[in-house]
């Protein structure tokens, strides 16, 4: 045995695993500012050891689990909101689980093969087939899990300590119905240190049939209930290029509106026909959201009307993670308008509405205010570049920033220069600055990933109007894709990656453009 490895295996041992059934309130990964109220955990300071699960370092028996008739690993493994020193490792059984449960056994090895750690989860219908656990870690491994005779899938994860440089990539927006996810295969060939998805995991709609656009349906009818959002979650994770990506690395998750319904805001549903029973079928979703994520955060409290998700990883002092949720906490929009250039609709510039709540708003800046961090990053929803039309102040899209502007103006006061703030939602690909409109006196850069699968839903033919705002960079509205980060102390480089064709899994995937910050500048230059 390697020193090296007998060093891991020690820290292993010596600190154990935490299942999520032991941690107490939302996580904050890091620990370095004022977490959500609920105090989250952290992993930095590791907690003291529990009496289980078990951690040996020999894969326990395969006796203390019964035999299950059907694989229960069809939702693949992933792993998730990695710190210095831990990462969570996830898998959901499927299928008909034993009442009292099923022991599930975990095991990580090192590159080499060696076995360094292990133990045992019960797992069973309480969490819906749920596993989360917290393994602590000093290198890159490889895991997997066993249970009813079964062997998963194997996945690849790793702490973010004190690293020179980090690769991650972004992406959101993955309609199973309107594309295949040759993107997810790609990201899965780039072998990055993170995956963050910017939200729209999942698609609420009921199944279409294929043709005019949609190359594959989701099965049954729009989730209203816990069943409901599971299955379709199933339907997603069946897709082998999203599992390989899932497997490849640790990914932080947000949501955004789809995880429960399009353009939601609070607990105002999109159509107020549906208000009654609005916030029972959104728990139900948050619910389905935790069990299919791999995640820290620990599962919502039936007993609680919200469910904190925002939080943060810092990776050592090249770069910190700011993730918001920009859906459970925000006003409704004040109206439905798109792309009008009239005047905005009345209460836009009411200072009492906001996108990220009080308490979210004091928890960003909280994090601006103490940062120490080389880069400051935020992963977050909606575009927050101003695109408000010039002349009228007209407002093109109401869900975005633009239909928030007191609620930008506070959460964005207070940011670091060198703010780079990562968006999904609006499935095209955009760079642009954040402050002043004219793009005089950038205060930070925003990249906005194209969808993964989901089709446009902006016209291609405004592509030079977009573009031709002096605070856009580039812009591009036609092409599916996401985008590889690798961000050093010195450089941001932004490399946008396009799928030739979305209707074939096997499409080609290359680049469009790659963009780069130099640090301290907030301006953008297209490498050539
Ligand atoms: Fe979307
Ligand atoms: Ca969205």
């Known amino acids: 045995m390697s020193r090296r490895t007998f060093l891991s295996l020690s820290a292993i041992v010596i600190v154990g695993c935490r299942s999520q059934s032991d941690e107490s309130g939302p996580t904050d990964v890091n620990n370095s500012t004022s977490p959500p109220t609920n105090a989250p955990s952290t992993a930095t300071t590791p907690a003291p050891p529990t009496s289980d699960p078990v951690v040996t370092s020999e894969p326990t028996v395969d006796s203390v689990a019964p035999a299950l008739a059907v694989d229960p690993f069809t939702l693949g493994v992933a792993s998730g909101d990695p710190d210095g020193s831990s990462v969570v490792l996830w898998t959901r059984l499927t299928g008909e689980l034993p009442a009292d449960g099923i022991d599930v056994e975990w095991e990580v090895a090192s590159a080499g093969g060696s076995v360094i750690g292990s133990g045992v989860e019960r797992v069973g219908p309480s969490t819906g087939g749920a596993l989360h656990v917290v393994v602590d870690l000093t290198e890159p491994v490889t895991f997997r899990f066993r249970a009813g005779g079964f062997d998963s899938p194997e996945g690849r994860t790793a702490p973010v300590g004190e690293l020179e440089s980090v690769r991650l990539a972004t992406a959101s927006c993955q309609h199973f119905e309107t594309g295949f996810y040759a993107a997810h295969r790609d990201i899965a060939e780039w072998d990055p240190d993170l995956v963050v998805f910017l939200g729209d995991f999942i698609y609420e709609g009921a199944a279409n049939p294929i043709g005019d656009g949609r190359v594959r349906s989701h099965d049954g009818p729009e989730p209203m209930d816990l069943a409901g959002y599971r299955d379709r979650y199933a339907t997603y994770l069946a897709d082998e290029h999203l599992q390989a990506s899932r497997a490849a690395c640790p990914w932080l998750v947000i949501w955004d509106d789809h995880e429960v319904e399009n353009n939601y805001a609070g607990l105002v549903p999109q159509d107020a026909a549906d208000a009654a029973g609005f916030a029972a079928r959104r728990a139900m979703a948050y619910q389905a959201w935790w069990e299919h994520t791999p995640t820290r955060l620990p599962a919502p409290d039936p007993a609680s009307d919200d469910y904190p998700i925002y939080r943060?990883?810092?990776?050592?002092?090249?770069?910190?993670?700011?993730?918001?949720?920009?859906?459970?906490?925000?006003?409704?929009?004040?109206?439905?308008?798109?792309?009008?250039?009239?005047?905005?609709?009345?209460?836009?510039?009411?200072?009492?509405?906001?996108?990220?709540?009080?308490?979210?708003?004091?928890?960003?800046?909280?994090?601006?205010?103490?940062?120490?961090?080389?880069?400051?990053?935020?992963?977050?929803?909606?575009?927050?570049?101003?695109?408000?039309?010039?002349?009228?102040?007209?407002?093109?899209?109401?869900?975005?920033?633009?239909?928030?502007?007191?609620?930008?103006?506070?959460?964005?006061?207070?940011?670091?220069?060198?703010?780079?703030?990562?968006?999904?939602?609006?499935?095209?690909?955009?760079?642009?600055?954040?402050?002043?409109?004219?793009?005089?006196?950038?205060?930070?850069?925003?990249?906005?990933?194209?969808?993964?699968?989901?089709?446009?839903?902006?016209?291609?033919?405004?592509?030079?109007?977009?573009?031709?705002?002096?605070?856009?960079?580039?812009?591009?509205?036609?092409?599916?894709?996401?985008?590889?980060?690798?961000?050093?102390?010195?450089?941001?480089?932004?490399?946008?990656?396009?799928?030739?064709?979305?209707?074939?899994?096997?499409?080609?995937?290359?680049?469009?453009?790659?963009?780069?910050?130099?640090?301290?500048?907030?301006?953008?230059?297209?490498?050539?």
């Open 312 to 528: 943060s990883i810092d990776v050592g002092d090249l770069l910190a993670i700011s993730m918001l949720d920009g859906r459970q906490y925000r006003s409704d929009q004040v109206c439905d308008a798109t792309l009008d250039v009239g005047p905005p609709c009345p209460g836009w510039d009411d200072p009492t509405r906001s996108m990220l709540g009080a308490e979210q708003e004091a928890w960003l800046a909280d994090r601006f205010g103490s940062t120490t961090s080389r880069w400051n990053c935020v992963a977050q929803q909606t575009v927050m570049t101003d695109l408000r039309f010039a002349g009228t102040g007209g407002i093109l899209n109401y869900d975005q920033w633009d239909g928030y502007v007191p609620a930008r103006d506070r959460s964005l006061a207070g940011a670091p220069a060198d703010l780079v703030v990562l968006t999904g939602d609006i499935h095209l690909a955009g760079v642009g600055l954040l402050g002043d409109p004219t793009g005089a006196s950038p205060t930070g850069v925003e990249f906005v990933t194209a969808s993964i699968s989901s089709a446009g839903n902006v016209p291609a033919d405004l592509q030079p109007v977009l573009a031709g705002y002096p605070n856009v960079v580039d812009a591009e509205l036609t092409k599916r894709g996401y985008t590889r980060h690798t961000v050093t102390a010195d450089t941001w480089t932004a490399e946008y990656r396009t799928v030739d064709d979305v209707t074939s899994a096997d499409s080609p995937v290359s680049t469009w453009k790659t963009f780069v910050v130099d640090h301290g500048t907030a301006t953008v230059t297209v490498q050539t």
